[in-house]
């Protein structure tokens, strides 16, 4: 059994939401609640949703050699993040595979926020740490709450000047119900989205508050699986659920590059630092596979494992995620496919367990391809 060797502020109140808790990264998790999971999805593509994410890992970098630390870490020029900005970035190995992604956000002239999933990034970062002038500190106390939709601008420009002005990307230091914290314009969504850093003692408050206060404009606690539904819809991958982690090759070890997995936008042409740069370039064009979507002639979703056929019935790839939206009625997947399908609207059946369902190619992603919503400055 996984252990859980961090604690969750929120515990009490998942539970009273029928949650019954689940290890992530070693913290007590509120996959799902008693509730019907499309609500969820429903209020935040059209209101606001509150999650907890504290599940993912925390990593302070701070010092003199910092900057050089995460350049060798991650495929970002980190040199390009000023104080108040974050990036997305991925991590490779020697071999320039994947190993984790994450946000990097600057705090300050030589100190940094590094926010990362289940990979290796910790691991990455205290080997390159060694004999720098640099601390890398797991923050065990931090937790975060993700309040994303379209309102949620609204609600917080109540409590918090300045809040409508920051850009995407962006963080700033703040108080919200008189507690500090950094509150960042990101989330995992694709709508407009603000994730709020707290410490461990002022997590519950500020959960009440957003809650009791929100409830008019129809702010709700949304569940964590229903993270899957916007993943899929925005191509929003997940370590290593979409990877070959989950999905491993028949005579080759895990591994997937970013040419495969179309993040190539990660890489900045200014890092040449970065771990497995020389076998990331010479991966391009060699692709095992690419990650692309399907959309199906269904009601409902696909599985993860589920087989994708082309037209003769031949094995040509595998769902990692599937989604059924009750708003746009639509069926879509992300899947890894042999390369010459990844093209659109190419015919294609989705075999599960019994069934085989009629499907077609989609490019990615299927919602918000120019990722107005998130950026939207109304």
């Known amino acids: 059994m996984t252990l859980t060797w961090r604690k969750n502020a929120l515990t009490e109140r998942h539970r009273a939401l029928g949650a ?7 913290m007590p998790t509120a996959w799902t609640y008693d509730d019907d999971i499309d609500n969820g999805y429903i209020a935040i593509r059209t209101k606001a949703g509150l999650m907890d994410i504290s599940g993912l890992n925390v990593v302070h970098v701070i010092g003199a050699h910092a900057e050089w630390v995460l350049n060798r870490t991650v495929t ?5 993040i000023y104080p108040g900005k974050a990036a997305y970035a991925t ?81 700033m230091d703040t108080q919200l119900f008189g507690h500090s914290v950094l509150i960042s314009r990101t989330g995992y969504t ?3 989205g603000y994730e709020i850093f707290c410490k461990f003692d002022d997590a519950v408050d500020i959960w009440d508050t957003i809650l009791q206060e929100g409830q008019d404009e129809g702010i709700i606690p949304v569940q964590f699986s229903t993270l899957d539904m916007f993943r899929v819809e925005g191509a929003l991958f997940f370590f290593p659920d979409d990877m070959s982690e989950a999905h491993p090759f028949e005579n080759d070890m895990p591994g997937d590059s970013l040419w495969e997995l179309g993040l190539t936008f990660t890489v900045s042409p200014t890092n040449e630092e970065f771990r497995g740069i020389a076998q990331h370039q010479y991966r391009e064009g060699k692709e095992r596979f690419k990650m692309y979507g399907v959309e199906l002639d269904s009601d409902q979703p696909a599985e993860a494992g589920d087989r994708v056929l082309d037209a003769q019935g031949n094995d040509v790839g595998v769902v990692t995620c599937g989604m059924y939206s009750p708003l746009t009625k639509r ?29 077609k190619t989609h490019s ?6 120019q990722k107005k919503k998130p950026r939207g400055k109304a």
């Open 76 to 80: 970002r020029d980190v040199r390009k």
């Open 20 to 26: 019954t808790l689940e290890p992530w990264n070693g």
């Open 364 to 369: 990615l992603p299927f919602e918000d391809p």
């Open 91 to 171: 991590m490779l190995d020697d071999r320039g595979m994947l190993v984790d992604d994450g946000i990097i956000y600057r705090t300050g002239p030589n100190s940094w926020l590094v926010v990362h999933g289940s990979g290796t990034t910790l691991e990455q970062l205290n080997k390159e740490a060694v004999g720098r002038d640099v601390a890398v500190l797991f923050d065990s106390d931090v937790q975060i709450l993700s309040l994303q939709g379209p309102l949620s601008v609204d609600f917080l420009e109540k409590h918090v000047p300045g809040i409508r002005d920051l850009k995407y990307f962006h963080h």
């Open 331 to 359: 069926s879509v997947a992300l899947a890894r496919l042999n390369p010459d399908l990844a093209t659109p609207d190419v015919p294609v059946q989705v075999q599960g367990e019994g069934d085989t369902t009629a499907a």
């Open 190 to 192: 694709g709508e407009r």
